[in-house]
């Protein structure tokens, strides 16, 4: 016991002031409780990788995804220690990039954000917002009237509850700094656009046996995958969510937590209030921490489609048609010669496309030097720095 408690400190001892360096260098305070759920999060993470038998120093785990999370988990101070908790930990494989080497597959830390974190993100970073009250949770056997306006006046949704049956929806009451309260409400029919994402997610390195890897098919082979995935969407879209989630022919591409009946309704539940949530307006104290919160609830699919894109950039082949060589040539005319223009004095300057001459700015304009950088800039070998 006393190694892994050694262990982990050294852990927390490496990476925590790393972080801190990086969130004052983008403008981010690092203030006592993000320093704690930085630790917090070391420590669940450290449980993750000890289930999985995998050291933090191991060349297959990817560091640049640790300090990413971490990064994140200060920036929007989500506590993995909290209860509930607010933010959750799992490892998955990922096909990497290496220069000069074919891909290599990379262990990777993949961080969700529980209902609780993001009712903690709305508390903090919501935009006019003052308290976030009690959410309800209507189930199926609740008396249950949906808010009315007349005119600007709003008349208040009612909920008597049972406890009895299946979550049908979540409602958000918020109290605004001006003391008006809002009710923002998500359906459970909604979650099924979170199940055809995760199912399209899933379905990303699915090959249906038509060729060893999504890597290697042909041409006519991704054709066919391509059609053989379209048949599977398209008869989820047509699917109501707990239809999908029954059917037998679906199960195969939902994870467990999706899909298992002690883990189901939860995270149904958990996708009503984050998709109730995210669409609350936020006020981020830096850009640095928008990002993040852009990043750390973007779906998965989307995050592997834009990892594909950056992957295959600038690898398009394009086929020029083959087309004979005449052996003796025509030569070209050559071209008519025209008297040129009279060369323009030192303050003027030529418009390259009409050749029309114009007076150009003096060097003592306030934007001759940004100009001049500029210039300089563009035809310099150095690379150029990244923002």
Same mark, same amino acid.
């Given at each position: 016991?006393?190694? =892994?408690?050694?262990?982990?400190?050294?852990?927390?001892?490496?990476? #925590?002031?790393?972080?801190?360096?990086? +969130?004052?260098?983008?403008?981010?305070?690092?203030?006592?409780?993000?320093?704690?759920?930085?630790?917090?999060? @070391?420590?669940? @993470?450290?449980?993750? +990788?000890?289930?999985?038998?995998?050291?933090?120093?191991?060349?297959?785990?990817? &560091?640049?995804?640790?300090?990413?999370?971490?990064?994140?988990?200060? #920036?929007?101070?989500?506590? #993995?220690?909290?209860?509930?908790?607010?933010?959750?930990?799992?490892?998955?494989?990922?096909?990497?990039?290496?220069?000069? &080497?074919?891909?290599?597959?990379?262990?990777?830390?993949?961080?969700?954000?529980?209902?609780?974190?993001?009712?903690?993100?709305?508390?903090? =970073?919501? /935009?006019?917002?003052?308290?976030? #009250?009690?959410?309800?949770?209507?189930?199926?056997?609740?008396? =249950?009237?949906?808010?009315?306006?007349?005119?600007?006046?709003?008349?208040?949704?009612?909920?008597?509850?049972?406890?009895?049956?299946?979550?049908? /929806?979540?409602?958000?009451?918020?109290?605004?700094?001006?003391?008006?309260?809002?009710?923002? @409400?998500?359906?459970?029919?909604?979650?099924?656009? %979170?199940?055809? *994402?995760?199912?399209?997610?899933?379905?990303?390195?699915?090959?249906?046996?038509?060729?060893?890897? /999504?890597?290697?098919?042909?041409?006519?082979?991704?054709?066919? @995958?391509?059609?053989?995935? %379209?048949?599977?969407?398209?008869?989820?879209?047509?699917?109501?969510?707990?239809?999908?989630?029954?059917s037998e022919d679906i199960q195969q591409y939902i994870s467990p937590a999706w899909k298992d009946p002690q883990s189901r309704e939860s995270m149904i539940i958990r996708k009503m209030r984050n998709n109730v949530?995210?669409?609350?307006?936020?006020?981020?104290?830096?850009?640095?921490?928008?990002?993040?919160?852009? /990043?750390?609830?973007?779906?998965?699919?989307?995050?592997?489609? &834009?990892?594909?894109?950056?992957?295959?950039?600038?690898? *398009?082949?394009?086929?020029?048609?083959?087309?004979?060589?005449?052996?003796?040539?025509?030569?070209?005319?050559?071209?008519?010669?025209?008297?040129?223009?009279?060369?323009?004095?030192?303050?003027?300057?030529?418009?390259?496309?009409?050749?029309?001459? =114009?007076?150009?700015?003096?060097?003592?304009?306030?934007?001759?030097?940004?100009?001049?950088?500029?210039?300089?800039?563009?035809?310099?070998?150095?690379?150029?720095?990244?923002?």
């Amino acid at each position: 016991m006393g190694d =892994f408690s050694t262990g982990l400190a050294k852990v927390s001892s490496t990476y #925590a002031p790393m972080i801190e360096r990086q +969130l004052t260098s983008n403008g981010v305070n690092m203030d006592d409780y993000s320093k704690s759920c930085v630790v917090n999060a @070391i420590a669940a @993470i450290n449980n993750v +990788l000890d289930t999985k038998g995998i050291k933090w120093n191991d060349a297959d785990l990817d &560091q640049n995804n640790l300090t990413d999370i971490l990064l994140k988990v200060s #920036a929007l101070k989500l506590n #993995a220690s909290s209860d509930p908790r607010e933010v959750y930990f799992q490892t998955r494989n990922v096909k990497v990039k290496v220069p000069g &080497q074919k891909d290599a597959w990379k262990k990777q830390i993949e961080m969700g954000i529980e209902g609780d974190g993001n009712d903690a993100i709305l508390s903090r =970073f919501g /935009r006019d917002v003052k308290q976030v #009250a009690q959410v309800w949770l209507v189930r199926e056997g609740d008396a =249950f009237t949906y808010p009315t306006y007349t005119g600007l006046e709003l008349s208040p949704p009612s909920w008597s509850p049972t406890g009895k049956g299946k979550v049908l /929806r979540v409602v958000y009451p918020i109290i605004k700094t001006n003391d008006v309260v809002e009710y923002h @409400i998500g359906e459970r029919e909604d979650v099924v656009r %979170n199940l055809i *994402a995760h199912i399209k997610n899933n379905l990303m390195n699915e090959t249906f046996g038509i060729a060893k890897s /999504r890597f290697d098919a042909s041409p006519k082979q991704k054709q066919e @995958i391509d059609a053989k995935k %379209n048949e599977i969407m398209n008869k989820v879209k047509e699917m109501s969510l707990d239809d999908a989630l029954d059917s037998e022919d679906i199960q195969q591409y939902i994870s467990p937590a999706w899909k298992d009946p002690q883990s189901r309704e939860s995270m149904i539940i958990r996708k009503m209030r984050n998709n109730v949530v995210k669409k609350i307006p936020k006020d981020f104290a830096t850009s640095f921490a928008s990002i993040q919160y852009e /990043r750390a609830t973007t779906d998965e699919y989307t995050k592997q489609v &834009q990892e594909d894109i950056s992957r295959n950039a600038n690898q *398009a082949f394009i086929d020029i048609p083959h087309s004979e060589v005449d052996d003796d040539p025509t030569p070209d005319p050559e071209p008519e010669v025209k008297p040129q223009a009279d060369p323009p004095k030192q303050t003027e300057t030529i418009d390259v496309d009409t050749g029309e001459i =114009f007076d150009a700015p003096q060097k003592d304009s306030k934007h001759q030097d940004i100009y001049d950088d500029f210039d300089k800039a563009q035809n310099s070998d150095q690379p150029g720095l990244g923002f």
